[in-house]
């Protein structure tokens, strides 16, 4: 790690809880449940998930990082000021326990088994009952699955049970997956009583990829969530592919053969789906895409919240 003497970021590891309360990062955001954000002040975007014992964390906003980074992101110190603070109080931190990381073998045996004992949508199952409601829509794109009971583990490892989940595969622009974003719901199509009824089951890095959402040609839509994409299709009369956070949505790049691009955004009240929809529309411009941004109106609202 460049400018860290390897000593101190050795021994850093597995004692990143206590060396950033030591240097005041208040222990509010150290826990590994969604919420609100210590550098953007975004509500539930953030979690200090402590990969490796490395300090990890990650926003859907700010990006992620390492212990290091979050100290400069949040006490405004360069990255020497960071690593010499850290070196001065390294060895007064007791160590805890480092949950090992999971293999990729291990992830794509969990995605494989999760897609495989999932089936094709059907009127009347939960996740056309809650598209349905949703939007009005009556034909479930192919793109979205139907899992019976998934089960649903919290941040902690707690397990809170089985629900129904409605399951669609994030993929690369040249087609291979790349994980499974999974909406879990209840039998009557409500979202379900979780902390997060939304997640994305961990696989291979995500940047590029997307939900399909039907086939793609020289015209091509791209939105954050999936209800927002299929809202969008059909206000605009072509297919709208979801890249389900406004992260994701930024670093989206469409498969071949795309010509003209419609980038349907957010509007955040804090301009964070405005300013990804408009930062991929200068990349895509600069690539020589024709591009279109669309962002409904109202403060708050995406295209699933204006009537189609």
Known sequence: MQGVKTRTADEAVGRWPGIL???????????????????CAGKDRYRFDDKAGRGTWICSHCGSGDGFQLLQKVMGWSFSE????????????????????RTQTSKLRALNQVWKTSRAVVHGDPVWRYLSRRLGIETVPLGLRFHPELRYTDEAGVDLGRFPAMLARLQYPHGTGASIHR????????????????????????????????????????????????AASIRFGMPVW?????????????????????????????????????????????????????????????WADVSV
Not at 21 to 38: E, S
Not at 82 to 101: C, H, L, M, N, R
Not at 278 to 285: E, K, N, S, V
């Open 21 to 39: 309360q030591q240097l005041g990062v208040d222990p509010a955001f150290l826990g590994k449940k969604h919420g609100p954000c210590p550098i």
């Open 183 to 230: 909406t879990y719901l209840t039998d009557d199509g409500e979202k379900a009583p979780v902390p997060q009824p939304k997640k994305i089951m961990a696989g291979k890095p995500l940047s590029t990829a997307a939900v399909r959402l039907g086939g793609g040609g020289a015209t091509l839509g791209i939105s954050e969530g999936i209800e927002t994409a299929l």
């Open 82 to 101: 960071a690593a010499k603070q850290v070196d001065q109080i390294v060895e007064t931190v007791q160590p805890g326990s480092i949950a090992p990381e």
């Open 242 to 302: 979801a890249a389900t956070n406004a992260v994701l949505l930024e670093a989206w790049v469409p498969p071949q053969g795309v010509e003209r691009v419609l980038i349907a955004g957010d509007n955040d009240a804090s301009f964070t789906g405005q300013a990804a929809a408009f930062g991929l529309a200068r990349r895509l411009a600069k690539k020589g895409l024709v591009v279109d941004v669309q962002i409904p109106d109202g403060i708050g609202r995406d």
